[in-house]
């Protein structure tokens, strides 16, 4: 069964480091999404992304925040100078192309649990 | 009021009980829900989505109520594996449907 594979599982930087995640969605999926959850917390949205471009983006997703499809297969997260309140899982998701009235199911990747010191 | 609400519970049902959960949601507009489960530091699981009145697999069974704007789940049956954090996701108000929004999760734990 296809699934979303995201590098690292774990990374530890310091405040004020840069930051890469990555995904690897599912292959004929089209739309990629980025979310976070802090320790105890809700799932949040940060970003969509599609057609190489961002669909949709939260107030959580600032300047810091920057997403890309480098290449056919990965699509990344960048965090630019990371803030304590950066710490959090970061989970990928994909899903098939949405017809915009209906959801279409997304599919999360494991997550990178991020720590920022 | 929150876009997703549940119920955090926990629930603490034995094993072979039967257990529902309720969601209640805010954006009338809402077409789509989904129930994820999520266990303790992993990603979110696809449960079931929910496209019109309800939905049904084994053991699980999703109902919506549009007029009164919430969700069900009911675990029938209920197994140890099922003990974990169930989340209620819908579109979020501003955005499109695409944009989901989570609930705080509802935790479950099944005892022997």
């Known amino acids: 069964e296809p699934e979303v594979t995201q590098t690292p599982s774990h990374q530890v930087t310091q405040m004020g480091q840069e930051v890469i995640l990555r995904c690897v969605p599912i292959?004929?999926?089209?739309?990629f999404y980025w979310y976070r959850q802090i320790l105890g917390q809700k799932v949040e949205f940060l970003v969509s992304?599609?057609?190489?471009?961002?669909?949709?983006k939260s107030e959580i997703f600032d300047d810091q925040f920057s997403v890309e499809r480098p290449d056919g297969s990965n699509f990344t997260l960048k965090i630019r100078s990371t803030k304590l309140e950066d710490s959090a899982m970061y989970f990928c998701?994909?899903?098939?192309?949405?017809?915009?009235?209906?959801?279409?199911?997304?599919?999360f990747g494991p997550g990178t649990r991020l720590l920022v010191l | 009021r929150k876009e997703v609400e549940q119920d955090p519970g926990p629930f603490n049902v034995p094993e072979g009980a039967t257990v529902a959960f309720n969601c209640t949601y805010s954006?009338?507009?809402?077409?789509?829900f989904f129930w994820y489960r999520q266990d303790c530091r992993k990603e979110p699981k696809l449960l079931m989505s929910?496209?019109?009145s309800g939905n049904e697999d084994g053991r699980f069974t999703a109902q919506l109520n549009r007029a009164s704007q919430y969700i069900s789940l009911l675990i029938r049956d209920s197994k140890l594996s099922d003990s974990a954090t169930y989340l209620c996701?819908?579109?979020?108000?501003?955005?499109?449907?695409?944009?989901?929004?989570f609930g705080s999760g509802t935790q479950l734990t099944v005892l022997p």
């Open positions: 998701a994909s899903s098939e192309v949405s017809s915009g009235l209906y959801s279409e199911t997304q599919y």
């Open positions: 292959s004929n999926h089209l739309y």
């Open positions: 992304f599609y057609n190489n471009e961002i669909s949709e």
């Open positions: 954006n009338s507009a809402s077409q789509s």
């Open positions: 929910v496209y019109s």
């Open positions: 996701v819908g579109p979020a108000s501003s955005g499109s449907a695409r944009q989901l929004t």
